[in-house]
């Protein structure tokens, strides 16, 4: 069934995300919400995943038990991935900690914390349509199906989502486990040259990319090449670039935040591009200790951007002795990938 919003819900949480959907489809939304949408014989993920891939927004019923959902923090995740919308709609007095922390921080949620639920759902139903609205049209895709940057509105600003523009200024919490990314705009900068594998640095691999983006029968091409990736320490403060210490060892009894900056440079594509590199944090064992999207918006007329998150606490202590990597990826290839070690 075609459908424009997905339902995330805890099991716990049935009965109301049931009265969000007859309520959005009482006015014309159509929704799609497991278990009633999933066939006989599908596949759970993979129709999770599909239902989430062909939404226009997700709509997350937030409470305690929807917080402790691995499930539905793995819903969150795919549709900020894809670009989804999301709207929290939050119906228990508790806030968001771990991974929803870091997908919800920046969102705006609804609150339904009174008792009049018929209230909330009809605000709920009133802005996921202005929402919907706002975002109609045929979007155009990158080859990856991540919509396209829009060529209106504010150029800096970058967000996980595809409806949020603004960000909050980075005044952070003072010990969030995952800090959410700072965006910036570089100065114009020095010649590169160009060659099918770039190396930079101790342990660092740059590899030149293509983004497309194809729009009602025309198609848009540009290379971008990632100049560096680099790593610094901080507090919850990120320093401006002029300030940064960049650095390849960290001390574990004095490290904070340790943060990863990749510049690209690129011709300028006369049009706002939208180039969200996956980056994924390593122990030497393979293991995964973050993974994080760095969502460049990057401006027509920009000849180089940069962009960085960090990961780490306020506090040092997060981070153990050994050698981390960190891979970050456009579409399914690694483009920029470094090392770091963390010393006792």
């Not at 995740?77 to 806030?95: C, L, Q, S, T, W």
């Not at 060529?151 to 523009?165: A, C, I, Q, R």
């Not at 999207?293 to 960090?310: F, P, S, V």
């Amino acid at each position: 069934m075609a459908h424009d919003v997905f339902i995330s819900h805890s099991s716990q949480d049935q009965a109301t995300a049931l009265a969000v959907v007859n309520a959005l489809e009482s006015n014309g939304v159509r929704c799609w919400i497991a278990p009633r949408d999933i066939r006989a014989g599908d596949v759970w993920a993979q129709a999770i995943v599909e239902a989430i891939a062909a939404s226009r927004a997700l709509v997350l019923v937030f409470s305690a038990s929807a917080n402790r959902s691995g499930h539905v923090v793995n819903e969150v995740d795919a549709a900020i991935r894809k670009g989804v919308i999301v709207v929290p709609f939050r119906i228990e007095n508790v806030m968001p900690d771990g991974a929803m922390e870091f997908h919800l921080r920046t969102r705006h949620w609804l609150d339904a914390l009174t008792p009049d639920l018929a209230h909330h759902v009809a605000e709920l139903v009133t802005t996921t349509k202005s929402l919907l609205g706002a975002a109609a049209g045929p979007a155009p895709q990158t080859e990856f199906g991540v919509p396209a940057a829009k060529k209106s509105g504010p150029l800096v600003e970058s967000t996980d989502s595809g409806f949020h523009v603004k960000l909050p200024k980075p005044h952070l919490p003072k010990s969030p486990k995952v800090r959410r990314l700072l965006i910036g705009a570089g100065a114009a900068g020095a010649a590169i040259i160009l060659i099918s594998r770039l190396v930079a640095g101790s342990g660092s691999t740059l590899d030149p990319f293509e983004v497309r983006e194809t729009t009602a029968g025309s198609e848009f091409r540009t290379t971008i090449r990632p100049r560096s990736i680099r790593f610094f320490e901080s507090g919850s403060t990120i320093p401006p670039q002029t300030q940064r210490v960049y650095d390849g060892s960290f001390i574990a009894s004095q490290v904070r935040f340790i943060n990863t900056e990749v510049w690209v440079d690129l011709d300028p594509p006369r049009r706002e591009l939208y180039v969200p590199l996956n980056c994924t944090t390593f122990d030497g064992s393979g293991g995964v200790i973050a993974n994080f999207g760095l969502e460049n918006r990057i401006k027509a007329d920009a000849t180089n951007w940069y962009n960085q998150l960090g990961w780490g606490r306020q506090a040092p202590g997060s981070w153990k002795p050994g050698v981390y990597r960190v891979d970050c990826a456009y579409g399914g290839k690694v483009v920029a990938s470094g090392r770091f070690k963390v010393t006792s």
